[in-house]
Each structure stands twice: as C-alpha cells, then as structure tokens.
C-alpha cells in the first residue's frame, strides 16, 4: 500500500513543535460489516494457534536447552557481558513464550530470573543456588508438565522463588532507589 | 461495525526468536494477511523495511546487531527517504511501566506485552488501522503524538508552546486563596 505523498502532508507549527497530520494512508483497508457479520478473525487465530500446540513442548524444549547451555557457560567462565547477555535472553524468551507454550510458570520463574539478573547489582555476588533454583525449577517444570498434580506444585514453586528473589533484590538495591521503584513496580504483562 | 482487509496489508515481523516468528505469521495469516515478511535482527528488519515498504511493523525489543528500540528509531527519522511514519508494534517480553515508556519516546505506536494473544493483537492492529495519531515533530522527538487524551487544562511544565490552551490564563494563588474565602 502506498504512503501519502508530500502533498497529503500538513504541518502546522508551533513554537517548540510542529504537528504532523496527514490523510490515514490504511483507511482502504477498513471496510464496514454489518453487525450480523459472523466473521471472527481472532477466533480464527486462537484456533491457528491451537493448532500448533502439539509443537509447544518441543518448542519450549529447545528454550530450556538454551537457558541450561548459557547457565553452564556462566558457570564455566563467569558473568562476561556476551555470557550475561545470553542468560538473560535465553530468561527473557521462556518469559515471554512459556505461557503461550502452556508452562505460565515457567514464565513465571524466568521473569524471576529476568530480574535477578537485571537489577543485581554484582552478579559475581548473588549466591550461585538463587540461579540453579530457578533454571532447575524451569528445567522440571518443563519435564514434569504432563504430570497433573505438578501444576498446582509448580504454582507455588515460582511464588516461592519469586519472593526470595525479590526479598535478595530488595536488600541489595536499598541504596539504590531507581531500581528499587522498579522492582517494586506492579507488571504491566496481561493476565489470562 | 468495522473490519480490517488483512489481504490488503503488509506487515513486518521482526524477532530473533524463530517460535514466536512462527506464532506471529500464524496469527496474521489467520486475520487474513498474506504478505507477512520476517527478520530475524534489527538491521535486517531495516533491510527490508527499505525494501519491501510494509504498512505495519511488529517488533520485539530485545535482538542482536540492534534492538527493536534502535529498529524504531532508525525507522522514525523524519528526512529519511523511506516511510518514516509506519505504525511500529512493540512486541516484547519486557513488562515494565518504564520500558512502555522508553519504547513510546522512541516513536513506538502500540506496546504488547507478552505473553501474546490473538485478540491483544488484533486490537493493536484495529488501532493503528482505525485511530492513527498526528506526529510530532520537536527537537529531541519524531513520532505518534504520545498523548492520547487532550487536557486543554494541564499547565505542568511538559505543555506544547504555541497551541491554543497556551493563552489560558492559570488563576494565581492570590485569586485562588480569596475564592476560598
């Protein structure tokens, strides 16, 4: 679809700005239905992505693998910046993805991790066991989750770690009051 | 009522990690759109943003070569040769107040917070289609108006110079303590 050209364009300005308004260059792509229209695009996509559920365990396989490939290295030669950046992608991912994959508590536990990893202010100094418990805890959530009676344990496994995890950042960001408000701060991630 | 034609739109997809490329493309195929490109990095989005020109780009924030914060703002450069209004959709993992707003000062048009849904995105989609915002251009900002409502009455120290609700004449407080009286 072609965008306005120049001419479309007006611009008013203003002492410390200039205001931009052009014709909606996507106008054509809005098309009134009655509202008998039986038409559902998102229903449609849920059950796309239904669909693809089957894969979702192997999919969230492969971000374990990555998650427990870049704690190892961690481990191996210390939190170097490429090493950190691929621990914390690899968190940020399963946070991301997991509940879409069906494991909100693995995403749960990442976000954790996110955090820890994000607002620690040494990583060379939070106790190695805050890490392993939460990329084991993830690691077991994925492999237990056929398991029924895992849920409700995974539940409160991620309510656990996150609360020792915002209870260390806590006390090791008391001096530091702008990644305190943030870690304080309420999620702004959409709860299903 | 409305409806959008998908098949009539050209998205952007952008995100380094391959599943959540795949949920995306499912997704807006199932809409209805059929011309969805993908990269996989910030400079290759850039790539074909240039070459293929889409009507909305999807993008997550954290990627290598560069992000999706640097991905918006290379795309809102005002005397750039491409389109530099294109609604850009943040689709990120990050789900913090303050990153909503470090992504909205880059010229992003819409946040979503993951994990994502097939009807969270199609709002955001519906939005930039059916309620797109003027930009503004200052010296330190290209982008979507980034104030969605319109208080005529604010006179904090962040208001346009130059508008209307300028010559708005605040009461002082000498006037508003014999009010009161």
Redesign the interface.
Known sequence: MAKNSAKDIEVKAFATHHVITQPNPLRKVLRRVDEKDMDDPVGRAEQALASLSGEFKDWMTVEVQRLSIAWTAVQKDGFTKKLRDELFHAAHDIKGDAATFGFPSAAVIAESLCRVIEHAPDLEKVPAELFTHHINAILAIVHENTRLDSISVSAELSRRLRKVADDYLANVNRDRPEHLEVILAPSIAPVD | ??????N???FLVCD??P??R??LR??L????AREVYEAEDGATALEMYSHY?P??VITDW?MPIFDGLELAQMIRQPESKG?P???IIML???????R?TVARDAGVTEFL??????????QRILN???N?R??????TYFGP?RRRNTNSAYMGPER????KHEVLQQPSLLDKARSTI
């Not at chain 2, 990120?92 to 303050?98: A, P, Q, V, W, Y």
């Not at chain 2, 346009?160 to 508008?163: K, S």
């Open positions: 009522m409305f409806r959008i034609d998908f009539k739109l050209r380094d990690n599943h959540m795949r949920i499912t997704l195929h199932s809409f209805g020109v009507d909305i954290a389109n209004y294109a609604p990120t993992g990050h789900s913090e107040k303050r909503v917070a993951k994990p994502i849904s097939a009807k969270g995105l199609y930039v289609v059916a797109p003027p930009f503004i251009k200052t010296k108006d346009r110079v130059g508008e």
